[in-house]
Protein backbone atom coordinates (compact mmCIF):
# COMPACT_ATOMS: atom_id res chain seq x y z
CA UNK A 1 0.00 0.00 0.00
CA UNK A 2 1.46 3.38 -0.85
CA UNK A 3 1.69 6.00 1.76
CA UNK A 4 -0.09 8.70 1.35
CA UNK A 5 2.39 11.67 1.04
CA UNK A 6 0.15 14.44 2.35
CA UNK A 7 0.27 12.62 5.55
CA UNK A 8 4.22 12.48 6.06
CA UNK A 9 4.30 16.06 5.21
CA UNK A 10 2.02 16.70 7.89
CA UNK A 11 3.81 14.28 10.30
CA UNK A 12 7.06 16.08 9.19
CA UNK A 13 5.92 19.67 9.93
CA UNK A 14 4.49 18.52 13.25
CA UNK A 15 8.02 17.16 14.29
CA UNK A 16 9.44 20.54 13.06
CA UNK A 17 7.61 22.89 15.02
CA UNK A 18 7.43 20.84 18.28
CA UNK A 19 11.35 21.10 17.42
CA UNK A 20 10.99 24.89 16.75
CA UNK A 21 8.52 25.35 19.27
CA UNK A 22 11.32 23.42 22.06
CA UNK A 23 13.85 25.73 20.98
CA UNK A 24 11.80 29.00 21.77
CA UNK A 25 11.09 27.63 24.83
CA UNK A 26 14.63 26.65 25.66
CA UNK A 27 15.97 30.22 24.51
CA UNK A 28 13.66 32.07 26.48
CA UNK A 29 14.28 30.16 29.92
CA UNK A 30 17.73 29.30 29.44
CA UNK A 31 20.08 30.88 32.42
CA UNK A 32 22.33 33.48 31.52
CA UNK A 33 25.66 33.79 32.68
CA UNK A 34 26.07 32.95 36.65
CA UNK A 35 26.91 36.96 37.63
CA UNK A 36 25.78 36.42 41.59
CA UNK A 37 29.00 34.23 42.57
CA UNK A 38 30.99 35.57 44.72
CA UNK A 39 35.16 35.87 42.86
CA UNK A 40 37.63 34.08 45.29
CA UNK A 41 39.66 37.53 45.25
CA UNK A 42 36.63 39.20 46.35
CA UNK A 43 36.28 36.55 49.26
CA UNK A 44 39.95 36.61 49.94
CA UNK A 45 40.08 40.71 49.78
CA UNK A 46 37.30 40.26 52.97
CA UNK A 47 39.20 37.76 54.43
CA UNK A 48 42.81 40.43 54.42
CA UNK A 49 40.68 43.06 55.37
CA UNK A 50 38.91 41.11 58.85
CA UNK A 51 42.69 40.48 59.68
CA UNK A 52 44.22 43.51 58.69
CA UNK A 53 41.23 45.48 61.18
CA UNK A 54 42.01 42.30 63.77
CA UNK A 55 45.32 43.37 63.74
CA UNK A 56 44.44 47.09 63.84
CA UNK A 57 42.16 46.35 66.96
CA UNK A 58 45.47 44.77 68.93
CA UNK A 59 47.52 46.77 67.80
CA UNK A 60 45.84 49.89 69.23
CA UNK A 61 45.48 47.60 72.34
CA UNK A 62 49.24 46.98 72.82
CA UNK A 63 49.94 50.87 71.97
CA UNK A 64 47.62 51.77 74.31
CA UNK A 65 49.21 49.32 77.29
CA UNK A 66 52.38 51.32 76.34
CA UNK A 67 51.08 54.97 76.38
CA UNK A 68 49.48 54.22 79.63
CA UNK A 69 53.09 52.80 81.09
CA UNK A 70 54.87 55.71 79.41
CA UNK A 71 51.87 58.57 81.36
CA UNK A 72 53.61 55.95 84.47
CA UNK A 73 56.96 56.75 84.05
CA UNK A 74 55.98 60.15 83.57
CA UNK A 75 54.81 60.54 86.30
CA UNK A 76 57.64 58.85 88.49
CA UNK A 77 60.05 61.36 85.98
CA UNK A 78 58.22 64.48 87.52
CA UNK A 79 58.87 62.88 91.20
CA UNK A 80 62.48 62.44 90.51
CA UNK A 81 63.25 65.74 88.93
CA UNK A 82 61.70 67.66 91.75
CA UNK A 83 63.37 65.54 93.96
CA UNK A 84 66.72 67.11 92.16
CA UNK A 85 65.42 70.49 92.32
CA UNK A 86 65.11 70.21 95.92
CA UNK A 87 68.05 69.09 96.54
CA UNK A 88 69.45 71.49 94.49
CA UNK A 89 68.10 74.11 96.46
CA UNK A 90 69.37 72.00 99.80
CA UNK A 91 73.02 72.44 97.96
CA UNK A 92 72.95 75.91 97.47
CA UNK A 93 71.79 76.62 101.57
CA UNK A 94 74.56 73.75 102.03
CA UNK A 95 77.00 76.25 100.37
CA UNK A 96 76.26 79.37 102.14
CA UNK A 97 76.14 78.05 105.63
CA UNK A 98 79.68 76.39 104.94
CA UNK A 99 81.06 79.80 103.54
CA UNK A 100 79.64 81.64 106.98
CA UNK A 101 81.03 78.50 108.81
CA UNK A 102 84.62 79.02 107.33
CA UNK A 103 84.18 82.52 108.10
CA UNK A 104 83.43 81.94 111.78
CA UNK A 105 86.25 79.13 112.11
CA UNK A 106 88.56 82.04 110.80
CA UNK A 107 87.28 84.83 113.29
CA UNK A 108 87.16 81.83 115.84
CA UNK A 109 90.89 81.16 115.54
CA UNK A 110 92.36 84.72 114.96
CA UNK A 111 90.55 85.83 118.07
CA UNK A 112 92.25 82.44 119.84
CA UNK A 113 88.56 81.61 121.00
CA UNK A 114 89.11 77.93 121.79
CA UNK A 115 85.31 76.94 122.54
CA UNK A 116 83.91 79.06 119.51
CA UNK A 117 86.76 77.18 117.47
CA UNK A 118 85.63 73.81 118.53
CA UNK A 119 81.93 74.26 118.27
CA UNK A 120 82.55 75.80 114.51
CA UNK A 121 84.50 72.91 114.02
CA UNK A 122 81.76 70.87 114.83
CA UNK A 123 78.71 71.91 113.12
CA UNK A 124 81.25 72.32 109.53
CA UNK A 125 81.56 68.28 110.79
CA UNK A 126 77.84 68.38 110.86
CA UNK A 127 77.39 70.19 107.61
CA UNK A 128 79.73 68.11 105.65
CA UNK A 129 77.96 65.09 106.76
CA UNK A 130 74.70 66.09 105.61
CA UNK A 131 76.27 67.28 102.44
CA UNK A 132 77.70 64.21 101.41
CA UNK A 133 74.24 62.43 102.39
CA UNK A 134 72.28 65.03 99.83
CA UNK A 135 75.33 64.10 97.45
CA UNK A 136 74.22 60.60 97.55
CA UNK A 137 70.62 61.03 97.57
CA UNK A 138 71.15 63.06 94.83
CA UNK A 139 72.84 60.99 92.43
CA UNK A 140 70.69 57.84 93.54
CA UNK A 141 67.90 60.35 91.97
CA UNK A 142 69.73 61.83 89.02
CA UNK A 143 70.24 57.36 88.01
CA UNK A 144 66.73 56.77 88.64
CA UNK A 145 65.85 59.41 86.46
CA UNK A 146 67.95 58.36 83.93
CA UNK A 147 66.41 55.08 83.94
CA UNK A 148 63.26 56.30 83.72
CA UNK A 149 64.03 58.34 80.59
CA UNK A 150 65.52 55.25 78.80
CA UNK A 151 62.92 53.43 79.62
CA UNK A 152 60.80 56.28 78.25
CA UNK A 153 62.86 56.27 75.03
CA UNK A 154 62.33 52.51 74.85
CA UNK A 155 58.84 52.32 75.06
CA UNK A 156 58.47 55.49 72.46
CA UNK A 157 60.76 53.29 70.11
CA UNK A 158 58.52 50.74 70.47
CA UNK A 159 55.43 52.14 70.01
CA UNK A 160 56.91 53.88 66.42
CA UNK A 161 57.85 50.29 65.26
CA UNK A 162 54.59 49.08 66.08
CA UNK A 163 52.61 52.25 64.10
CA UNK A 164 55.48 51.70 61.16
CA UNK A 165 54.38 47.77 60.78
CA UNK A 166 51.11 48.71 60.75
CA UNK A 167 51.01 51.89 57.97
CA UNK A 168 53.48 49.06 56.19
CA UNK A 169 50.34 46.62 56.50
CA UNK A 170 48.13 48.79 55.39
CA UNK A 171 49.46 50.27 52.31
CA UNK A 172 50.27 46.36 51.05
CA UNK A 173 46.40 45.90 51.74
CA UNK A 174 45.61 49.06 49.70
CA UNK A 175 47.96 48.36 47.12
CA UNK A 176 46.72 44.39 46.63
CA UNK A 177 43.11 45.94 46.78
CA UNK A 178 43.61 48.14 44.08
CA UNK A 179 45.22 45.43 41.44
CA UNK A 180 42.18 43.38 42.65
CA UNK A 181 39.92 45.77 41.54
CA UNK A 182 40.94 46.50 39.06
CA UNK A 183 41.22 43.10 37.87
CA UNK A 184 37.43 42.72 39.11
CA UNK A 185 36.54 45.59 36.82
CA UNK A 186 38.06 44.27 33.41
CA UNK A 187 36.49 40.78 34.30
CA UNK A 188 33.27 42.24 34.84
CA UNK A 189 33.63 44.30 31.38
CA UNK A 190 34.54 40.99 29.65
CA UNK A 191 30.84 39.72 31.40
CA UNK A 192 29.14 42.03 30.80
CA UNK A 193 30.14 42.16 27.09
CA UNK A 194 29.55 38.46 26.84
CA UNK A 195 26.11 38.51 28.40
CA UNK A 196 25.42 40.92 25.91
CA UNK A 197 26.33 39.02 22.68
CA UNK A 198 24.68 35.98 24.20
CA UNK A 199 21.28 37.98 24.25
CA UNK A 200 21.58 39.54 20.97
CA UNK A 201 22.64 35.99 19.47
CA UNK A 202 19.67 34.51 21.69
CA UNK A 203 17.61 37.26 19.64
CA UNK A 204 19.15 36.61 16.61
CA UNK A 205 18.31 32.82 16.80
CA UNK A 206 14.44 33.32 18.23
CA UNK A 207 13.73 35.62 15.76
CA UNK A 208 14.81 33.57 12.82
CA UNK A 209 12.91 30.79 14.49
CA UNK A 210 10.10 32.24 14.71
CA UNK A 211 10.31 33.23 11.02
CA UNK A 212 10.79 29.77 10.26
CA UNK A 213 7.80 28.77 12.44
CA UNK A 214 5.57 31.08 10.78
CA UNK A 215 6.27 30.13 7.44
CA UNK A 216 5.52 26.38 8.75
CA UNK A 217 2.51 27.27 10.19
CA UNK A 218 1.10 29.19 6.90
CA UNK A 219 2.03 25.83 5.29
Not at 147 to 162: F, G, N, P, Y
Request: aromatic share 4%; charged share 30%; with cysteine.
Amino acid sequence: MTPNPKISDRRYLLIVRVVVGLLLLWLMVRPGPDQSTVPAEVKQTKQEQASLKQKDEQAHQVIGGLMAENDSLQKRASSLQKELDNFKKEAAVSKEKTRRLTAELDRAKQDRDTAAYINTCDSLKLLAEEKDFTISRTQASADSLDHVRKEQLALKDTIISIQQSLLADFRSANTSLEEKYYAAAAENTKLTKKVKRERNLGRVLAGGLLIIGGLLISK
